[in-house]
């Protein structure tokens, strides 16, 4: 048997073809219980003599998982529809923003034998009480829950097939997810990363503290744990990129079991793999999140026109449970699910499961190439794009991956030569995008790619021709679609979560950093020198609003002072402002005169992808090319002013990824 290698970044993984995993799996169930299904008439059972799972008939709603010698890991003081389901948020003209569960009303045997049981629970859309004034009006959509239960497996697969038929109404989504409410007498550590793994606030801490700027955060003031007082707790301090959300859950400390979602692949999750979204939060809850406005806004809604068709199967991902014995570390729960979930990477996609809709590994392609960097007033050779991160989506223009919703994607990074290869492709017609960290700007190879099953396309050597009009005169920031770099505060003593006290790649997680500038700059703005000043340590991480002594705000103005030796008369300078978040803002630039009544340039009113509130380093990347005429300027000193000008509250504001002035070609 031949097996297949592929060489990244220095490494050779080598990659098992379907059969010899199968082979592997088969030989690891030897001895393993059968898998039984019993259908009652509210409940559907499902056994491997490893975990039961227990799921409402038929709507779907998972009501209890038995593991461990736990008759129930879910919160059984809960309705059995308020355990384990899917939700989704939507509005359409004239139903407000809704949050609707969502449930089956036919049930169904997909394949039941002793290695596998696979069970849907559908529901068809029911347009009789969409045109009424009354009645309970239901997405417009078509559903297909799906759980899936292998003999010898310590966990269960569950994946949806969302479809939209045409003549369907017209409606919006901003959010797609499942959640899995556990126990609360038992599941108190959450484990997101290596870095981020504490003992949780209970719900009732939350309920007694005292609420912050927004509902979602709050001061424990007497909680259960008394080592947890004067913290902080909100959910999205526990936010996480797609791209590194692979695994997550809970760890019950009497029994010592854990609960872990993993994700073993990004395809059907959306806005590709920078895309921020919750996690695991105070519950305990985890979450399996598809798709959500988070870190994005209404940038990002998926929007569908009337009778427009749509489908896409968001999952499979996996729910993995495993537990030690009372003299084992608590540790060894975690390291064991990051095995298992680089065992799921590894299988991706999956063989087992049964839906049409889920193309298998046969019924793929994949493409590679490599990608390379001419940037001509900075190199005089091409460059490998190192670390690029190179994906198929959707046709459109350069950077439309981010805000794209209904499609599927497919991402990875390219090694330190600019390789790389995208595996598992579903058929379809896609454009091939990049960026790279320390390139300004997107790439995207525009020639359409179409991807049948089990085509090879070789892409060869692709160029990326950063925007640029001339030598760099200055730069702020280091281009790669953060404000990381940037100077980011510790927090008020006040208002402190301790997991990251100490975690310097995380400190912008602690709440309250947007009322530090006005700690930092009480009177005067802040003022940026270029060549003297150090954008590490001299360039705060938001350009936020600052709140005054009678509790308003007003706008900010920062400078950034320059000197230029030369200013060729009758040529045009470039300016490019490199936004690593925005909301609800304005910048408007102004050259040596902050008093002009209207200014040289601006954003208009953009964004609303809510980070600074949100902790987030980032939220929805945007870039502003600026044409500087020579008469702006002046030899010698020039300082240019950002105003950020919309000011009703705290969270208006942008963060910068990188500023930089280009010269005209002369100055070369």
């Excluded at 927004?214 to 791209?243: F, M, N, W």
């Excluded at 770099?485 to 400190?507: C, G, H, I, M, Q």
């Amino acid at each position: 048997m031949k097996l297949v290698g592929v060489r990244r970044a220095g490494f050779f993984i080598i990659t098992l073809p379907p059969l010899l995993l199968l082979l592997s799996y088969n030989s690891a169930m030897q001895g393993a219980a059968a898998v039984t299904l019993d259908v009652r008439e509210k409940q559907v059972v499902i056994d491997n003599g490893i975990l039961q799972l227990r799921i409402a008939n038929p709507e779907g709603y998972l009501t209890g998982v038995c593991y461990g010698g736990v008759d129930n890991v879910l919160e059984t003081r809960n309705e059995g529809f308020n355990r384990g389901y899917w939700d989704v948020v939507w509005d359409a003209q004239g139903i407000n923003g809704t949050t609707d569960r969502i449930a089956g009303s036919v049930f169904n045997v997909i394949v039941q034998n002793e290695d596998q049981v696979e069970v849907s629970f559908t529901n068809t859309w029911d347009s009789t009480a969409w045109n009424t004034s009354y009645g309970n009006r239901a997405l417009p959509v078509n559903v297909d829950l799906r759980y899936i239960v292998l003999r010898g497996s310590s966990g269960f697969y569950a994946y949806a097939i969302f479809e939209r038929e045409e003549g369907y109404p017209a409606s919006n989504v901003d959010q797609i997810r499942t959640v899995y409410k556990l126990d609360q007498d038992k599941f108190h550590y959450m484990a997101i990363s290596n870095d981020r793994q504490r003992i949780m606030p209970m719900p009732e801490d939350r309920e007694s503290g005292l609420p912050l700027a927004y509902k979602e955060a709050v001061l424990l003031t007497d909680p259960i744990d008394p080592d947890l007082r004067g913290e902080v707790d909100d959910k999205y301090q526990y936010s996480c990129e797609d791209k590194d959300n692979k695994v997550h859950g809970w760890i019950s400390f009497e029994p010592q079991i854990g609960f872990w979602i993993i994700t073993p692949s990004n395809e059907f999750r959306t806005a590709g793999p920078v895309k921020q979204d919750l996690t695991s939060h105070v519950g305990p809850i985890s979450l399996a999140m598809f798709h959500s406005a988070h870190y994005a806004g209404l940038d990002v809604t998926m929007k569908f026109q009337e009778g427009e068709p749509w489908k896409k199967v968001f999952g499979p991902y996996y729910v993995y449970l495993n537990s030690v014995s009372e003299d084992t570390d608590l540790s060894t729960l975690w390291d064991d699910a990051k095995h298992q979930m680089a065992q799921e990477v590894r299988s991706w996609p999956y063989e087992f499961p049964l839906s049409v809709n889920f193309p298998k590994s046969v019924q793929r392609g994949f493409v590679f190439g490599r990608l390379l960097v001419h940037d001509r007033y900075r190199w005089k050779t091409l460059r490998s794009a190192t670390s690029a991160w190179i994906g198929l989506a959707v046709p459109g223009d350069a950077g439309s991956w981010q805000t794209e919703t209904k499609g599927y994607q497919f991402w990875t990074q390219a090694d330190r030569n600019g390789r790389f290869m995208i595996k598992g492709i579903h058929e379809g017609v896609y454009n091939l995008y990049a960026w790279a960290p320390g390139v300004i700007g997107d790439y995207v190879y525009a020639e359409n790619i179409t991807v049948t099953p089990g085509s090879a396309i070789d892409l060869a050597d692709l160029i990326f021709e950063p925007l640029r009009n001339g030598p760099t005169l200055w730069q702020i920031g280091f281009p790669d679609r953060t404000a990381l770099e940037f100077y980011v505060p510790a927090p008020s003593r006040l208002f402190v979560n301790k997991l990251y006290t100490d975690n310097d790649l995380n400190k912008f997680r602690q709440y309250g950093l947007w009322e530090r500038y006005a700690d930092l700059y009480p009177d005067n703005d802040l003022i940026y020198t270029v060549g003297i000043s150090d954008y590490h340590r001299d360039w705060f991480f938001a350009h936020v609003t600052r709140k005054t002594n009678n509790g308003t705000y007003i706008p900010t103005t920062w400078q950034i002072i320059f000197h230029l030796k030369n200013v060729y008369p009758s040529t045009n300078y470039t300016l490019r402002i490199a936004l690593a978040s925005a909301s609800r803002s304005e910048v408007q630039v102004r050259f040596n005169d902050p008093e002009l009544s209207a200014p040289h340039f601006t954003t208009m009113l953009i964004g609303t992808d809510n980070a600074i509130a949100r902790h987030g380093i980032h939220g929805l990347y945007r870039l502003f090319n600026v044409d500087v005429p020579a008469e702006w300027l002046t030899v010698g000193n020039n300082t240019m002013y950002l105003k950020q000008s919309r000011h009703t509250g705290p969270f208006e504001g942008v963060m910068y990824d990188y500023i930089r002035l280009e010269g005209p070609l002369q100055t070369t």
